[in-house]
């Protein structure tokens, strides 16, 4: 049976629907109809608030039993039945370069030795020892921020050029690639979907659906996974996250935990690629009722036409069909919309996601309907 995820209700909460069952057994006891001033009237009053606080109370305290509307840390409780475990934040990282000055022998570069942007507001530290040969005069070792999330995240290459310890004979560093992987605490909105998909991890065959659980186990940022299997044997997984381009982190963390011996079958070949973007541009031609101000109504839709893409963009393979972007239009001072772009229907595959690159809403005219 499927579940209905309306918000359901344990207890009757409705306080006239409470009022009216208390008054009628009261008048019942006493023999007597109640009036509003009496005492007996002004005590029930009170009996009754008091009574729908602690309905509200319990519904609450119930709903929280329930995976579908649970919050932290009750959540977090329920997720440990299924043994999973909400994810915590992860530090951003990247590669530097240490480059030894002109004329020296070799350099140690100590693991824990901090770098810094340019801006100051980011620290990160190095993971590994590495020795700066003179023959070769540079170094490349990664680096993770000290402060975990996605703070660390989009620092473009070249701006991590700071050497906090100062390093004998080390002129100059510099990031090589631009910082990612760095994730937030995992939501109660992605908790909740591994909750749901952790039945499939007992799984011993591979499943679509065990394979989307542990991938999305992986890191905090993955928001969805796509899982496909092109050729007998192989099996392409593409995690999508929030970012432009996926981090490689996410890549390496996403192989890492589905090649894992106790999670792949012996005769699978995992492969995890970057989901393909697809851009488009939104174009609309609108025309409002007579009245309307067409500032604020292309403000509005604007706004209306950001949520579309924003929710088009959160998972795989969702299409951009011209009516659905009529329809978001559609507020109740449009008259009529055309849309000029994108000029036919975009059909996304479950390795790509739609990215908009822009909207533009032009008002054409007025019209009295």
């Known amino acids: 049976m499927a579940i209905d995820n309306n ?31 009496q005492v007996e009237q002004l005590i029930l009053n009170f009996v009754v608030f008091r009574e729908t606080l602690l309905v509200n109370r319990f519904n ?14 009750i959540l977090d409780y329920i997720a440990g039945l299924v043994a999973v475990e909400r994810l915590p934040a992860a530090s951003a990282g990247c590669t530097v370069r240490f480059t030894l000055v002109a004329g020296h022998g070799s350099v140690l570069i100590p693991e824990g030795t901090r770098v810094s942007s340019s801006d100051g507001l980011a620290i990160f530290r190095t993971i590994d020892d590495a020795i700066i040969a003179p ?29 906090l310890d100062p390093l004998a004979f080390v002129s100059t560093v510099e990031n090589i690639d631009v910082t990612g992987g760095g994730s937030d605490v995992e939501s109660d909105a992605q908790l909740r979907e591994r909750i749901k ?17 542990y991938a999305k186990s992986a890191n905090a940022m993955i928001t969805d996974v796509s899982v ?12 999508l996250t929030n970012e432009e381009e996926t981090p490689a982190q996410v890549i390496t963390d996403v192989y ?6 106790n999670v792949r079958p012996l005769t699978d070949t995992v492969i995890v690629s970057a989901p393909e973007r697809e851009d488009y541009a939104l174009m609309v031609d609108v025309v409002l009722y007579d009245g309307a101000d067409a500032a604020t109504e292309r403000a509005s839709i604007t706004s209306a036409l950001e949520d579309f893409a924003k929710e088009k963009r959160a998972k795989l393979g969702l299409d951009i069909i011209r009516s659905h972007i009529a329809q978001a239009c559609r507020l109740s001072s449009v008259y009529d919309v055309t849309v000029v772009a994108p000029a036919a229907n975009l059909i996304i595959s479950d390795e790509q996601f739609p990215n908009c690159t822009g909207i533009t809403v032009n008002v054409t005219g007025f019209s009295r309907g």
């Open 7 to 37: 918000i359901p209700t344990f207890v009757e909460r409705d306080p006239a629907v409470i009022m009216a069952e208390s008054k009628a057994k009261l008048e019942e006891l006493l023999g007597r109809e109640l009036q509003p001033a």
């Open 60 to 73: 609450a305290g119930m709903r929280q039993m329930l995976y579908q509307f649970s919050t932290a840390p």
């Open 135 to 163: 023959a070769t005069m540079t170094v490349e070792l990664s680096v993770l921020a000290d402060v975990a999330g996605k703070v660390g995240n989009g620092y473009a290459v070249g701006t991590i050029n700071k050497i």
């Open 197 to 213: 998909l952790a039945p499939s991890q007992y799984s011993s065959a591979g499943s679509r659906s065990s394979y989307k659980f």
């Open 228 to 239: 496909s299997s092109p050729v007998p044997g192989s099996v392409l997984i593409v995690p």
């Open 256 to 261: 890492n935990v589905c090649n894992a011996e």
